[in-house]
Every structure is written in C-alpha cells, then in structure tokens.
C-alpha cells in the first residue's frame, strides 16, 4: 500500500514563502512523476508542478518562475519550495504520484492573508 504524507502547510503573509514536502511511503514500482497539485474553495482541482522520472519539471502559468519542484529519488520525496506568495495560491495542496496507478496525499492546508 503506497502512502503519500504532506507536510509544510500553514499560514504566511502575501509576499512570504513555505515549502512543502511530501514522502511517498510503501511498495512503489517506477515512478513515472511526482507532483503537486491544488484546491481552492468552489474551485476544481488543478495543475501547480510535476517533476518527471529523468527529473524535467513542468509547472502551471501561475506557479512559474515563483514555485520550484524538486525530488528526492532516493527517499521518495518532493517538494515545493513556493516564493512570493499571493492571497490567490491559498488552497489545499495534494501530492500526487503516478507509478501503475495515481496515488494522492491527504493535503495541506495552505493560507496566504495579512
């Protein structure tokens, strides 16, 4: 059984940074990407980052150039270092894993207010 744990979430000032974690935990076969993705409320779940097996990243229009994903092979772990944060990216973040199936984390909450 693959467990996937977040870690990092709270609450931060507009302009702040956190950084996210999440452990993949289990028996995982390849992993094809690890990624992050959000929720806001009344608002569908989407894209923030991925980061692929060869370690090429992609990210949402919103997350570049402030958001950087990063990986940890060899312990099943990546995270989410998240700079200039905005009232907008307050949402409950998900780790997600992709190997023979999608696994999903429980979340974190993320806030971002003054």
């Known amino acids: 059984q693959v467990q996937l744990v977040e870690s990092g979430g709270g609450l931060v000032q507009p302009g702040g940074s956190l950084r996210l974690s999440c452990a993949a935990s289990?028996?995982?076969?390849?992993?094809?990407?690890m990624g992050w993705y959000r929720q806001a409320p009344g608002k569908q779940r989407e894209l923030v980052a991925l980061?692929?097996?060869?370690?090429?990243?992609t990210y949402a229009d919103s997350a570049e150039g402030r958001f950087t994903i990063s990986r940890n092979n060899a312990e099943n772990t990546v995270y989410l270092q998240m700079n200039r944060l905005e009232p907008e990216d307050t949402a409950v973040y998900y780790c997600?894993?992709?190997?023979?199936?999608?696994?999903w984390g429980r979340g974190t909450q993320v806030t971002v207010s003054s």
């Open positions: 997600n894993l992709k190997s023979a199936l999608n696994y």
């Open positions: 289990g028996i995982i076969s390849t992993i094809y990407y």
């Open positions: 980061i692929y097996r060869g370690g090429t990243s």
